[in-house]
């Protein structure tokens, strides 16, 4: 039974480098035919960059990529598909105004169809592999699931046997995780070899054959998954043992600190972001906020911190709507609030200026006379570098060039330097590795601790239920429920995201 | 009645140039290039356009030369901006200066050396440039005059349109040309060759562009080289294409309306007192007036490249 194996792909040291950045370092991987492999590994270890090379994105500097046994030179993505890969990209890529349809047949070589007769054969396609998706409805109005079915049946459609997906679960929900994977599984059976790049230990274990993991840009190691536990896998990813319980201290004598009521808001084009939205925010207390990304997480974020109108609705402070109030008149009522936005180097911080400058954008209004005192700034970011173990060459490098976690450890460590006593984090641990990831669950149950009102807007359910007190659930605007984080189960929330009702 | 049927025939003339602005901008646009160099385009047309005609005495050597001079400018530009990722309303920018420049310089120098002092198309040329002359249709009342009586630059422009909308909407290759336009990421991902293509709807951008450049140095001042000739129509052309909302076949609409407003001062009677000042500003008030129209409507799905003025670099991180 071993002989019928076949080597899809090996890689053999692998190396690429960014200027002086080497993010691969001599990589070994191997991935069969009939196969899941997880590529697993903390960010910045190189598993995208090593996949964007798989993909003929980018071209390695040294080493050899062999497809089925035969050394191949992947140039470009169109490489890469003659050869039977395929990629489904973490950032999809998808063009919005097309329909399903347009973007399956898009850049193959063959004649354009008619309409219709494309639409038998997406759909024929849709059959083999236990796929849905209409194939007349454009991209931009379809959820993000759906656009992941869009982009599978995209490298299904050009004969790809090989599929690498990035990070393919960081925005689904845990049903349409479930989906996923028996569409995956599918495919293993039909002899596709897989390649499922994630840092999800639990997702790993469950869908993957075997493991390779990545750490600072080399493999360190490939096991096969039945013989491991997340400890051991963390372990290996990490180097080192870490404990993978996330604290959670009891909340002290919580206090509403804000009740929002009947809250309403539209989005530019007319469609409804929030309607109805009734919660309360508690001091000594972190509040979960699940849900479907875009079902009215960012707008909540934005109308609470004063950046985006409400239509319909009050946010009470003791009796006194904060909503549209200017974010002076807020603090003047008592309350100081901070917002960690999304987009960290969008919304967040200025990409192009340094912690010094950026630690200024929140306080260069204390200081007194037309000149700026950067002073105060610089300590106050040399003491966060010190306190929150930031990774930086120095006050002054612009932050884009820190890593992401770092960046996130700039962002908070500025906003709770302000002393707030309400502080709402949107995906505060998106995209961070599993070290980064516990520094900042435990900056937020520090806050938590000395009675800061703490939101999180998260969306690894996992986390969620061992962070928060209360989780708010959100499904298409509207709030399906406030469960209790303590006895509520993933699968009752994931239930709540799709817009269930469900007795807690 | 007939006052009318005048002035719809002098619009499709007067907008003329402006479609093949627009279409040509239009292809450009559709590759997530904003090149606003198509005045700079149109003047380096103008002038090859009539100095092919007037050393040759050919109409169709004369297209030829204004489609190639257009393209060169083009190519200037998609060398910049595609390959080394230059700014592109810099460098559209800078394109026009050059264009209008060159274009003056070169007629100047054509003039110092001519013996007369100026420089008028040979009849040979003139004679291809009229009005054709269809039996039977041009010659039906009222569909003869608005329909078959045109000079040639007209029906070629309908037709570039046409060929254009064709391409781009009912081909596989518009198909991804769009593609790239939108999301130059994910066509480049679906193995589109996103340079490639590029660079060739931005060099028949610029040739069409030059055409309608020569339109204006050889039929506006009637076969009279003049400096300036083409007079900010490719500022006017930039505006269309959000006015047609990047549909060549629209545009045909877009510059008929421009170019009623071009000629709209003829034909109303003088005695209603609107000076002429006025007439000369509509075109741009309009164009001003669908820039705020089209940017409030943004939001309800106007269909404006998605990637439309970012350069597109497949390792960028």
């Known amino acids: 039974m071993e002989q019928t194996v076949q080597t899809a792909i090996r890689c053999r040291g692998i190396t690429k480098r960014f200027g002086e950045v080497v993010a691969n370092d001599g990589i070994e991987l191997e991935v069969r035919y009939g196969e899941v492999l997880a590529l697993l590994g903390e960010n910045g270890s190189g598993k995208t960059t090593l996949m964007n090379m798989i993909s003929g994105i980018y071209h390695p500097d040294e080493g050899v990529i062999e497809v089925d046994g035969a050394p191949a030179a992947i140039g470009s993505p169109a490489d890469a598909q003659a050869l039977g890969i395929g990629m489904i990209h973490q950032h999809f890529k998808l063009v919005e105004p097309f329909s399903a349809m347009d973007n399956i047949v898009l850049g193959t070589k063959e004649k354009r169809l008619p309409a219709k007769a494309l639409r038998r054969k997406v759909l024929e396609l849709c059959e083999t592999y236990g796929l849905t998706i209409e194939p007349e409805k454009p991209v931009r109005e379809m959820s993000v699931s759906e656009k992941q079915t869009v982009e599978i049946l995209k490298v299904l459609y050009r004969g790809a046997r090989i599929l690498i997906l990035d990070e393919p679960t960081a925005v689904l929900t845990p049903q349409e995780t479930d989906k996923l994977f028996a569409i995956l599984r599918q495919m293993r059976a039909k002899g596709c070899a897989i390649i499922i790049i994630t840092h999800k230990l639990n997702e790993v274990l469950a869908i993957s054959d075997r493991v390779t993991i990545l750490r600072r840009g080399r493999s360190v190691d490939t096991v096969e998954t039945a013989g491991v536990d997340a400890a051991r896998l963390t372990e290996l990813m990490v180097g080192r043992k870490v404990s993978l319980s996330i604290r959670r201290p009891e909340p002290k004598d919580p206090q509403t600190i804000l009740k929002v009521v009947d809250l309403g808001v539209t989005r530019p084009d007319g469609s409804a972001a929030l309607t109805d939205v009734n919660f309360t925010i508690r001091t000594g207390e972190i509040l979960g906020v699940a849900g479907v990304a875009g079902s009215g997480q960012k707008e909540l974020c934005e109308v609470l911190a004063g950046l985006l109108p409400a239509q319909k609705g009050a946010a009470l402070y003791h009796k006194e709507n904060i909503l549209g109030k200017s974010p002076a008149e807020i603090i003047n009522l008592g309350i100081s609030m901070s917002f960690v936005p999304e987009d960290r180097l969008g919304m967040g911080l200025v990409a192009g200026m340094g912690m010094t400058d950026n630690m200024l954008l929140k306080s260069y209004r204390e200081g007194k006379g037309p000149f700026v005192d950067r002073a105060p700034a610089r300590a106050l970011a040399e003491s966060l570098i010190k306190e929150l173990n930031i990774v930086t060459p120095g006050t002054e490098t612009p932050v884009r060039m820190l890593s992401g976690g770092n960046v996130q450890k700039v962002l908070l460590g500025r906003e709770i330097e302000s002393g707030p006593n309400l502080l709402i984090t949107a995906y505060p641990v998106r995209g961070l590795d599993i070290n980064s990831s516990y520094v900042i669950y435990d900056l937020l149950n520090q806050q938590k601790e000395k009675g800061v009102a703490v939101v999180f807007i998260g969306e690894d359910l996992d986390v969620l239920l061992e962070l928060c007190d209360r989780i708010l659930v959100l499904c298409h605007g509207r709030v399906t429920g406030v469960a209790d984080a303590r006895t509520a189960t993933k699968e009752q929330i994931g239930r709540m995201m799709t817009g269930e009702e469900v007795d807690l | ?317």
């Not at chain 2, 339109?215 to 007079?231: E, K, R």
Request: aromatic share 12%; net charge neutral.
């Open chain 2, 1 to 317: 009645m007939d006052l009318f049927l005048k002035f719809l025939v002098a619009a499709v003339a007067a907008g003329t140039p402006l479609l093949f602005g627009t279409v040509g901008e239009i292809l450009t646009e559709k590759v997530g290039h904003l090149n606003l160099g198509v005045e700079g385009m149109m003047a380096l047309g103008a002038c090859a356009g009539f100095m092919a005609g007037y050393a040759t005495d050919n109409l169709l050597l004369a297209w030829l030369a204004a489609f190639a001079a257009g393209l060169g400018g083009a190519l200037i530009y998609a060398v910049l901006t595609v390959t080394f990722m230059a700014n592109q309303n810099v460098a559209g920018l800078t394109l026009t200066i050059f264009g209008v420049g060159l274009s003056n310089f070169f007629g100047i120098y054509m003039l110092g050396k001519s013996e007369s002092g100026s420089l008028k198309l040979p009849e040979a040329v003139t004679a291809q440039m009229r009005s054709v002359d269809i039996p039977v249709l041009s010659d039906l009342p009222v569909v003869g005059p608005l329909l078959f009586q045109y000079n040639p630059f007209v029906y070629l422009g309908i037709a570039v349109a046409l060929v254009c909308a064709w391409y781009l909407f009912r081909t596989k290759t518009g198909l991804n040309v769009q593609a790239i336009g939108e999301n130059p990421g994910a066509a480049d991902a679906a193995s589109i060759d996103v340079t490639r293509w590029k660079y060739v709807n931005i060099l028949l951008g610029g040739g069409i562009c030059g055409i309608g450049g020569a339109y204006c140095s050889m039929i506006i001042n009637g076969g009279v080289w003049l400096s300036d000739s083409v007079g900010g129509l490719g500022w006017i052309a930039v505006a269309l294409v959000i006015f047609a909302a990047w549909k060549p076949h629209m545009a045909i609409w877009g510059s008929l309306v421009f170019g009623a407003l071009r000629v709209l001062e003829y034909y109303v009677p003088q005695s209603m007192g609107i000076p002429a000042a006025l007439y000369k500003m509509l075109p741009f008030l309009m164009t001003a007036l669908v820039l705020v129209i089209s940017s409030m409507r943004r939001s309800a799905g106007s269909r404006i490249p998605g990637s439309l003025g970012v350069n597109y670099f497949r390792e960028e991180r």
